[in-house]
Every structure is written in structure tokens, then in C-alpha cells.
């Protein structure tokens, strides 16, 4: 029973401080209409190939020039490299403006499988690499759908939005089980 409460303590500690609704809304909006007013295309996350062309086509002209992807995708210095930089900017200034500890090892996923980061960063990067090749598949990209898509009220980045949220909730709940002592 102690154990219980200590728990249900320890999730109602962790979930008090978060970024209010409002200012993080305010603030995804303002990142949307910045990366369309300044660099046109709407938001991706192919900013990784942009990079990767700018790597390559020095050492291997002749393979980026042969290869479709990387012909159709902006080499480095265009809005897809500019959009990871702000993303990996955005979440070390979430992070520090956020006000607790950032942990390698979530207090959840620690409850369910223990505080090993390695099997962490394993499923993290499982699971990136099954969305990567979903959208390999697909032949685009997620994210411009779904934070394009929606942003512009398109019928298909509203369902695609939906489609996530609904398989993050069916997986959350297999990931992690069922709440146990709090709301059901």
C-alpha cells in the first residue's frame, strides 16, 4: 500500500511543472508562420538528408547526382537544415526553461523496465527507426503532414493528426500498461 502512494506521489510530483497550454501553443504557432515567412516550404524533418547531401556531395558527386532523394532535397543552409537545428535548439532551451532535471531515464519507462539507459536509448531508437522507414514507405514525411497538413487545415494532416495521437495512446498503453492508483 505504501509503495502505491509513494508512486501515485511521485507521478502527481513530475507532471506539476510543465510548459503551460497557451505559451507552448503560442509558441508552435510562431515557429510555423517564422518557417513559412522566411524560408517558404512548410515544415519537414528531411533536414537530416540536407546534411547528409552536404557531407556526401564533395566526397561522392557522382552517387548524390545518380540518387533522386538527394537531387529533390536542398543541400545544407536551406530551411530543412535550419528546421533540425531549431529543433535540437528548441528542446535544450524547453528543457532548461521547463525548471526540473532532465533525466536520461524517464520515471516511468523506469517503473516498467528499470533504469538501465541503454535499453532506453535502444527502444527510442527502435522506434525512430520504424517511423523513419514508415514514412520511407509512405514516400514522405510525417511530421510536414501532420504540422503542415494541419496547420493549413488540410483534411489529411487533420486525420493523420487524429490517426497519431490514437496509435501513440493504443501503444502508450501497451509500452507501459494501464494507470494503476491514479484516474482511470
Known amino acids: 500500500m505504501e509503495k502505491k502512494s509513494m508512486i501515485r506521489n511521485a ?3 513530475e ?3 510543465t510548459w503551460p497550454v497557451l505559451p507552448a501553443a503560442l509558441a508552435l504557432a510562431g515557429i510555423i508562420v517564422f518557417i513559412f515567412a522566411t524560408f517558404g516550404p512548410p515544415a519537414s524533418s528531411s533536414g537530416f538528408v540536407s546534411l547528409l547531401k552536404g557531407f556526401l556531395g564533395p566526397i561522392l558527386p557522382d552517387y548524390i547526382a545518380r540518387k533522386e532523394h538527394y537531387r529533390i532535397i536542398p543541400g545544407p543552409g536551406s530551411w530543412l537544415f535550419a528546421f533540425v537545428l531549431g529543433m535540437a535548439a528548441g528542446g535544450y532551451l524547453g528543457g532548461l526553461t521547463l525548471g526540473k532535471p ?4 524517464p520515471a516511468i519507462w523506469e517503473r516498467r523496465f528499470g533504469a538501465r539507459p541503454a535499453l532506453r536509448y535502444a527502444a527510442s531508437f527502435l522506434g525512430g527507426f520504424l517511423i523513419l522507414f514508415g ?3 509512405a514516400g514522405g514525411c510525417t511530421l ?3 504540422i503542415s497538413g494541419s496547420a493549413q487545415l488540410a483534411v489529411s494532416g487533420l486525420y493523420f493528426g487524429a490517426v497519431i495521437f490514437a496509435v501513440a495512446m493504443i501503444t502508450s498503453r501497451l509500452v507501459y500498461g494501464s494507470p494503476k492508483g491514479g484516474k482511470k
Do not use: H, K
Request: no cysteine; hydrophobic share 50%.
Open 144 to 146: 510536414g503532414l501532420f
Open 15 to 17: 507532471t506539476a511543472r
Open 102 to 105: 532532465i533525466r536520461n531515464v
Open 135 to 137: 514514412a520511407r514507405l
Open 11 to 13: 507521478t502527481v510530483e
